[in-house]
C-alpha cells in the first residue's frame, strides 16, 4: 500500500509541478506582453506628440506659401508697371528722336544771310537787357 501511496502522491506531484511549470510559462509570457504594452503606450504617446508637431509645421508651411504667392504677385505687379513705364519711356524716346531728325533736317535746310545774323544777335541782346532790367526791378 505504502508503494501505491507513494506512486500516488508522486504522480499528483508531476501533474502540480507540470502546471507549475505551465503556470510559470504563462506569467512570464503575460509579464513580456505587459511590459510591450507599456512601451507601446509610450510610443504611442510619442507619435501622437510628433503627429502634433508635423500638423504645426504644415500649418506653418502652408502660412508661409501664402505669404510667398502674395510677395510674387506684387513683383509681377511691380515687374508689370516698370515695363509698361520702360515701354512709355522707349516711346517718348523714339518720338523725341524723330522730331530731333525733322528739327536737324529744317535747321539744314534754312540758309541765313550774314545780316539776318546779325540782326538775331541784335535782338538777342536787346532781350537780355530787357530781362535783366526787368529782374533788377
Known amino acids: ?7 500516488t502522491f508522486d504522480e ?27 512601451e507601446t503606450s509610450n510610443t504611442v504617446a510619442s507619435l501622437e506628440s510628433r503627429r502634433a508637431d508635423l500638423l504645426a509645421d504644415r500649418a506653418k508651411f502652408h502660412k508661409l506659401i501664402d505669404q510667398l504667392e502674395r510677395h510674387k504677385a506684387a513683383l509681377d505687379k511691380k515687374r508689370a508697371e516698370r515695363k509698361a ?6 516711346k517718348q524716346l523714339s518720338e ?22 546779325q540782326r538775331m544777335n541784335k535782338q538777342k541782346e536787346m532781350l537780355e537787357q530787357n530781362l ?6
Open 12 to 38: 499528483r506531484n508531476r501533474r502540480v509541478n507540470e502546471e507549475i511549470e505551465r503556470f510559470e510559462q504563462v506569467n512570464e509570457t503575460l509579464a513580456k506582453e505587459i511590459k510591450t504594452l507599456k
Open 85 to 90: 513705364d520702360c515701354e512709355a519711356k522707349e
Open 1 to 7: 500500500i505504502e508503494t501505491d501511496l507513494a506512486r
Open 132 to 137: 535783366a532790367s526787368l529782374a533788377a526791378q
Open 96 to 117: 523725341m528722336q524723330a522730331e530731333k531728325a525733322q528739327l536737324e533736317k529744317t535747321i539744314l535746310e534754312q540758309e541765313y544771310s550774314p545780316v539776318e545774323v
